[in-house]
């Protein structure tokens, strides 16, 4: 049986106002703010942010006040750094040092939220400009993935992965809407630079400064060790999923 990847799962839009022409979506792609809320099962929706500013994109759970931000090297590597919010702290990684359940890590599922694996074949689209969609749909008998794509500013808009009960019946397991998105450069840059000016450590000192108080406190709660998806659930531990092959 095929499944698919948490981080794969996103998305209805609520509204987005003052559509602009294609090439604007375009050029304003890779600088924008898209506003989430995750769904898990009967659990409440939780808030999160999609941030990109060029070569860096960061994932922000708001209710957990965490956020993980990768940069694409020149080598095309991804190098990962974690803010805790609260403590205004962060966590450098090196390239490789975390691993997205065990996968190599893929940009296109950090920038936009899905491979673009799932992306190859649309059912049907419509619409225009900044609004044009594209429907795609994966699965098999026992669950399926069902994707709204916004083409020209590379943001899924709904995606919903549904199982069959014991019934038969098709149940929601995870969902992920989007309620908006911004291009604002400057707003953009701005968190971007606030997110810079947090103290930070590297990951291989962790050890060594364990007398840290936030550091020890974060050892604890597991939220320093590898495999984290960037989608976190009501109690802050990174979800786990299954596989897309």
């Given at each position: 049986m095929k499944y698919f990847p948490l981080?794969?799962?996103?998305?209805?839009?609520?509204?987005?106002a003052n559509a602009a022409p294609a090439e604007q979506c375009n050029a304003n792609a890779d600088v924008l703010k898209a506003s989430y809320q995750?769904?898990?099962?009967k659990q409440d929706g939780k808030d999160f942010n999609l941030w990109r500013l060029h070569q860096e994109v960061a994932h922000q759970?708001?209710?957990?006040?965490?956020v993980e931000k990768w940069q694409r090297l020149s080598s095309g590597q991804l190098r990962p750094i974690r803010y805790f919010e609260q403590y205004q702290r962060g966590i450098e990684y090196q390239p490789g040092e975390l691993k997205s359940q065990g996968q190599k890590i893929e940009w296109a599922q950090k920038y936009q939220l899905v491979s673009n694996a799932l992306l190859e074949q649309p059912l049907r689209s419509k619409g225009?400009?900044?609004?044009?969609?594209?429907?795609?749909?994966?699965?098999?008998?026992?669950?399926?993935l069902a994707i709204t794509w916004l083409p020209e500013l590379k943001l899924v808009k709904s995606m919903t992965l549904s199982q069959r009960d014991d019934q038969g019946q098709w149940q929601q397991v995870n969902s992920l809407k989007l309620?908006?998105?911004?291009?604002?450069?400057?707003?953009?840059?701005?968190?971007?630079?606030?997110?810079?000016?947090?103290?930070?450590?590297?990951?291989?000192?962790?050890?060594?400064?364990?007398q840290d108080p936030f550091l020890a406190k974060m050892i604890n709660q597991g939220f320093i060790e590898h495999g984290a998806s960037g989608f976190y659930s009501s109690d802050g531990q990174a979800l786990k999923g299954?596989?897309?092959h």
């Open positions: 981080a794969a799962l996103c998305c209805a839009l609520t509204g987005v995750q769904q898990q099962g759970a708001m209710a957990q006040g965490l225009q400009s900044c609004e044009r969609e594209e429907f795609y749909e994966h699965g098999n008998e026992q669950q399926k309620q908006g998105y911004e291009l604002n450069p400057q707003a953009v840059e701005r968190q971007f630079a606030l997110w810079d000016s947090y103290q930070s450590t590297d990951y291989a000192d962790v050890g060594d400064n364990e299954g596989h897309h």
